[in-house]
């Protein structure tokens, strides 16, 4: 019973200290009084981009060893000098920016977006900084290329990205075919080129980079009468920040004083500056050409994303086998007589059976969100990016490995288990020395698919701002403008890497239980007969 008690105090002692790091890291995370932390994608040209180096005047990104350019950085770079801050560009995913503000881990969004009266139920915002209006992209050649009203477009499969006023707008079209939402502007371009849809409805910024680089596209500018019906918050941009932030009128001062020819003069800039501006000559086309810039572009983004990638899915999957098998012995433990001990032993496996109900039965991107922006908002934990996406991935991989672990053991013979009793075992020492070493063994093809699952999963992990790599991807094809390229450089990356570690776990299973080991057995066993 004693064994029984101390095995339990164990398991959560251990489940207790994951849930702790969560305040180690809230107590080291705190923002000095002097920096302007803002938000923004980094992948949405001209208003913001990533870049490798600080040309053009591009500011580092928070946690990463790349810069951000665009207008949205030149204007917060006016607005913290103003307030007599340090920037500090934070570069999260479109659908965590509105989270990432009113859980405090950034101060502002600067990231184009309009002050919707949607939007203003959430956060506050400042008066505009820029004003545009709405533009449709279709194929130049394309069956809508002379469209001059809303009611030309009639018919037209037509998208526009998630979130965004920009979606509800197309209602205005008549009979128009709408289509699902996009996540960005990169995947809605190459679906325009590819022909899955007829145009997407953007903002003329927008619209005048994606016609210069693809020269197949074309940006439809309609007149007042026959546009979009807007409001004006609709077509301007502004400063989201938290509800009754005490800057705001501070910020706002600052933005009356940037003229309408500077702003002009800024955005002008953004668009010659843009990455997608400055690529190679017009001889130098092709994919191949197309490969080589983009790896010398973002080619060490891409690596360091990579890194990043590996790193968490191998703690993530080391820390949830450990989890698994710890969770796992716990549970093959025979009920107490001690009644006591019973009831605590039965608790503690309902809590368990409800973390492993909860974690294998929700997705992971849900899981992050709830824990990076969920704890921050209700109480008051912030995490760190990676320790947050450290976490996430041992606690769902534990979930997973739990009831591998549980397989395991139950596929050792019940026989071993009498025979180690009958000699006098204990079931702590009988899992150490009889059923553990078979378990690891018999675990370790599943093992290793998780480590394989996690190298792809952390993917999801984009969604609070992990500079993995699909997320460097994204960042790239956000200031690229190469949706395609862009992507087979990162899917033949992660390629690499499963394929590398699938072919290591082999070589690591046949060693542990491969031919070589039976013949030495047999020569054992020949051994001993001829004795």
């Known amino acids: 019973m004693k064994k029984n008690s101390v095995t339990l105090t164990l398991i959560l002692a251990f489940i207790l200290s994951i849930f702790s790091v969560g305040n180690l890291v809230n107590a080291d995370d705190k923002t000095p009084n002097d920096q302007f932390r803002v938000g923004m994608e980094a992948g949405y040209a001209p208003f913001n981009w990533s870049q490798q180096t600080d040309a053009n005047n591009a500011l580092p990104i928070q946690g990463q060893n790349s810069y951000a350019g665009g207008y949205d950085v030149q204007i917060a770079k006016k607005v913290a000098d103003g307030l007599g801050k340090d920037l500090v560009i934070v570069q999260t995913k479109w659908d965590g920016l509105a989270p990432a503000l009113q859980s405090g881990k950034i101060d502002?969004?600067?990231?184009?977006?309009?002050?919707t009266a949607e939007r203003k139920k959430e956060i506050d915002f400042t008066d505009p900084y820029y004003e545009s209006q709405l533009v449709v992209i279709v194929q130049k050649d394309g069956k809508f290329a002379n469209a001059k009203s809303l009611e030309d477009l009639s018919g037209a499969k037509i998208?526009?990205?998630?979130?965004?006023?920009?979606?509800?707008?197309?209602?205005?079209?008549?009979?128009?075919?709408?289509?699902?939402?996009m996540d960005n502007f990169s995947a809605m371009r190459t679906a325009l080129a590819s022909g899955m849809i007829d145009g997407y409805v953007s903002e003329r910024p927008e619209g005048v980079t994606a016609t210069s680089v693809n020269k197949d596209l074309k940006m439809l500018?309609?007149?007042?009468?026959?546009?979009?019906?807007t409001n004006p918050e609709d077509v301007q941009i502004a400063v989201g920040m938290r509800?009754?932030?005490?800057?705001?009128?501070?910020?706002n001062q600052i933005l009356s004083g940037i003229s309408e020819d500077e702003r002009t003069a800024i955005m002008d800039q953004a668009i010659e500056d843009q990455p997608a501006s400055t690529g190679g000559s017009e001889e130098d086309t092709g994919l191949l050409h197309d490969f080589t810039t983009i790896w010398k572009q973002y080619g060490n983004m891409f690596l360091r994303g990579?890194?990043?990638?590996?790193?968490?899915?191998?703690?993530?999957?080391?820390?949830g086998t450990t989890l698994g098998l710890l969770i796992g012995v716990f549970r093959s433990i025979p009920e107490s007589e001690n009644p006591v001990t019973r009831f605590f032993q039965k608790l503690a496996n309902f809590l368990l059976s409800v973390y492993i109900e909860v974690f294998r039965g929700t997705p992971m991107m849900v899981q992050a969100m709830v824990v990076f922006y969920g704890l921050a908002l209700a109480f008051g934990i912030s995490l760190d990016r990676t320790i947050a996406a450290l976490f996430i991935v041992s606690i769902n991989t534990g979930a997973y490995m739990t009831e591998i672990v549980r397989g395991g053991i139950f596929a050792v013979d019940e026989g071993q288990f009498e025979a180690a009793q009958a000699i006098g075992m204990t079931h702590g020492q009988t899992m150490r020395k009889v059923v553990i070493p078979q378990v690891l063994r018999n675990i370790l093809p599943a093992t290793g698919n998780e480590f394989v699952i996690n190298i792809k999963d952390t993917a999801v992990l984009s969604v609070i701002g992990v500079a993995d790599l699909f997320?460097?991807?994204?960042?790239?094809?956000?200031?690229?403008?190469q949706f395609f390229q862009t992507f087979t450089i990162v899917g033949l990356?992660?390629?690499?890497?499963?394929?590398?570690?699938?072919?290591?776990?082999?070589?690591v299973e046949k060693k542990i239980d491969g031919p070589s080991a039976y013949t030495k057995i047999e020569e054992v066993d020949n051994a001993n007969l001829q004795e």
């Open 108 to 115: 502002a969004i600067i990231a184009g977006m309009s002050p």
């Open 159 to 181: 998208t526009a990205q998630l979130n965004t006023f920009h979606y509800n707008v197309i209602d205005q079209i008549p009979g128009v075919n709408k289509q699902q939402a």
């Open 471 to 481: 997320f460097q991807g994204n960042s790239a094809s956000g200031a690229n403008f």
């Open 493 to 507: 990356i992660y390629l690499v890497m499963t394929f590398t570690i699938t072919r290591i776990l082999r070589i």
């Open 243 to 251: 509800k009754g932030d005490p800057d705001i009128q501070k910020v």
């Open 306 to 319: 990579a890194g990043l990638t590996l790193f968490i899915a191998l703690i993530g999957t080391v820390v």
């Open 221 to 229: 500018e309609l007149d007042e009468a026959n546009g979009f019906q």
